[in-house]
């Protein structure tokens, strides 16, 4: 019995350390879902010949789907769900990025291909905490990430 309450005592006392590893992970996690579904609008995009929307259209922390449209006909690809105790934010507030027929990301439904970074960061933290990944997007759809929120390589 004096086993079993050291080590709960011990537990007790550890458990606080434990959370920004935790943070960390989940971070970590939803960056490369992102990253993932990134890649794989792009390799549709290609495969198709464009029409490849991603959306999120609640809100980035709400979860994102890939949608292909072709003769007013909108198909969803990929459904990715809210990542948990996760916040996300782009750049520009664009809730909605497009692939083009050559597999270039754009802001706006046919526009020119252009670089934008998506944060995401634990829920209450800030920009910089030391769990903040930044996603930075070349209009090519290269993808590099950067610790705690740092600002984009130019």
């Keep these: 019995m004096v086993v079993v309450s050291i080590v709960a005592i011990l537990a007790a006392l550890a458990a606080p350390s434990f959370q920004p590893l935790i943070e960390r992970w989940r971070v970590r996690e ?79 439904n046919g526009g020119a291909p252009a670089a934008m970074n998506i944060l995401l960061k634990p829920n209450g933290k800030g920009d910089t905490d030391i769990s903040a990944i930044r996603l930075c997007i070349a209009g090519g759809g290269r993808i590099v990430q950067m610790k705690q929120g740092a600002a984009c390589p130019a």
């Design 30 to 108: 939803a960056a490369e879902n992102l990253t993932s579904t990134l890649y794989y609008a792009r390799s549709e995009a290609i495969k198709r010949g464009g029409g490849i929307t991603i959306d999120a259209t609640g809100g980035w922390d709400q979860g994102w789907k890939v949608t292909h449209t072709q003769n007013g006909t909108t198909t969803d690809l990929q459904v990715n769900a809210a990542p948990s105790r996760v916040s996300l934010a782009q750049s520009n507030g664009k809730l909605q990025l497009y692939v083009d027929r050559w597999g270039m990301l754009s802001e706006a």
